[in-house]
């Protein structure tokens, strides 16, 4: 399976929405993860499968999506939110979408 | 407190080994799956290798079988990556990871990764 992230570069204003979206080369049911990854620190889990914000993550994490097509929602972006996002299923990470401050 | 460490990384030349280590606390280590992920600098996470409870099934990428080799000591906590037959595409920050019960292969703790750079 390989798993597919857009946009590379997202550029947001703080306190703007970003949405990243990830999409599976076949059909995975509800198994993804979501991972937060800001410069200099280690991956830190956000979401499992597909909507299920792990332990102590903000209410502004969200995720949605089934099959082949996924979405990370970031509502009012804090600065503390700008980094690298990564999505996984299994042994398969995307590439990364980078969400910097526009 | 949950914790993993990882040491053993440093400098070695193409064709060399190394073995990784990765010591933890702060929880039931002998019933979680453990992994080791990867990250060459600059770049996108990799997953490496997995290994069940009690060390009888391992999986690996690819790329690193049959010169990886994962492994663990639950008496001691620990986990292990031997590197044998090293390239240099193998540099990165290599991290130890606790996958989250149930077989989905989540990772909801991270250790804070050893840098492997091999390099002649």
């Known amino acids: 399976i390989v798993m597919t992230q857009s946009p590379a570069t997202l550029s947001v204003s703080p306190g703007e929405r970003a949405t990243l979206s990830c999409r599976a080369s076949q059909s995975i049911g509800t198994r993804l993860a979501w991972y937060q990854q800001i410069p200099g620190q280690v991956p830190r889990l956000l979401i499992f499968d597909a909507s299920i914000r792990a332990t102590g993550i903000a209410a502004r994490f969200s995720g949605s999506g089934s099959g082949t097509e996924f979405t990370l929602t970031i509502n009012s972006l804090q600065s503390e939110d700008f980094a690298v996002y990564y999505c996984?299923?299994?042994?398969?990470f995307g590439q990364g979408t980078r969400v910097e401050v526009k | 407190e949950v914790q993993l460490v990882e040491s053993g990384g440093g400098l070695v030349q193409p064709g060399g080994s190394l073995r990784l280590s990765c010591a933890v606390s702060?929880?039931?280590?002998?019933?979680?799956?453990m992994s080791w992920v990867r990250q060459a600098p600059g770049k996108g996470l990799e997953w490496v290798a997995n290994i069940d409870f009690h060390g009888d099934e391992m999986s690996y990428v690819d790329s690193v079988k049959g010169r990886f080799t994962i492994s663990r000591d639950n008496a001691k906590n620990s986990l292990f990556l031997q590197m044998n037959n090293l390239r240099a595409e193998d540099t990165a920050f290599y991290y130890c990871a606790r996958e989250t019960p149930g077989g989905a292969c989540y990772y909801d703790y991270w250790g804070q990764g050893t840098l492997v750079t091999v390099s002649s």
């Open positions: 996984q299923n299994y042994g398969a």
């Open positions: 702060g929880f039931n280590f002998q019933t979680y799956w």
